[in-house]
């Protein structure tokens, strides 16, 4: 029996804690629909997340959940892969989580290419403590710790993936919530480490520092952010550094953690994706 994505969801919790405006919902409903489509039995999948607005996510499903502390989500998602090879694993993590605290955790995840889904949805700032600059806030950003802009560039949270070794990346917004759900349904049929990126709004902290309040200013702003892989390539330089690159932008076949350790310790796991 195929599931409602009402179903994959604690109801009754709603409306839900983040802010007006911000783009964490958006994520919860276009995961809750992907598993509607996947067609998945609830124990079926694990939620495990870190600590942060985003990281709160797990609070909203009806699926088994670990909730962990700061940037370590990944180690937590591990480990339960690798007892549980037949569940499928998601890891919800903010861009501090992900990529700052825990960027150790995540380029060394994707180095392994274990198979676990990430969901980094990424506001650009710590939006859970009082939206202090993260590795990912774009350079002259203003922030509460950066009020004349921060000086550093912002980590390409996609590249760092694909680089240390992927097997999938994407990319999308919270504006485009359609492309948002088919991107989560492709990156959990990927076997291997595969990674959604979410540009996400914080009209609270980032859009209010930036220019970017009311709230649907920092929705159109993101409509214009993220632009579709093809087009994004066609870009003058001095505008590709302003944008970012949309939709599938890794998709290979490297061999999973699970497998190469089943060939070269010649065992026979249980369950998994893995055979
Ligand atoms: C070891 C540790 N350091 C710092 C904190 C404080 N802290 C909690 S959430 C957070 C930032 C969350 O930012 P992000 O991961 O980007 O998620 P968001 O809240 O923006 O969704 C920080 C610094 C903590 N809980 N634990």
Known sequence: MTLAYQDYLKMDKLPHMWCSGCGDGIVVRAIAEALTELNLEKDKVVIATGIGCWGKADDYFTTHAFHGTHGRALPYATGIKLANPDVHVLVLMGDGDAATIGGNHFIHAARRNIDLTA?????????????????????????????????????????????????????????????????????????????????????????????YSPAVNMMKYLRELGVPKAKYEQLPEKEKEEHFPTGVLTDKDREDFLTIYKRLNNVKMRGGTNG
């Open 119 to 211: 969901i980094v949805v990424n506001n650009f700032n710590y939006g859970m403590t009082g939206g202090q600059y993260s590795a990912t806030t774009p350079l002259a950003a203003r922030t509460s710790t950066s009020p004349k802009g921060v000086p550093e560039p912002g980590f390409d949270v996609s590249n760092l993936a694909e680089a240390a070794g992927a097997n999938f990346v994407a990319r999308t917004t919270a504006y485009h919530a359609v492309n948002m759900r088919k991107l989560i349904v492709q990156a959990m049929t990927k076997k291997g480490f595969s990674l959604v990126e979410v540009l996400s709004s914080c009209p609270t902290y980032f859009g209010r520092y930036n220019g």
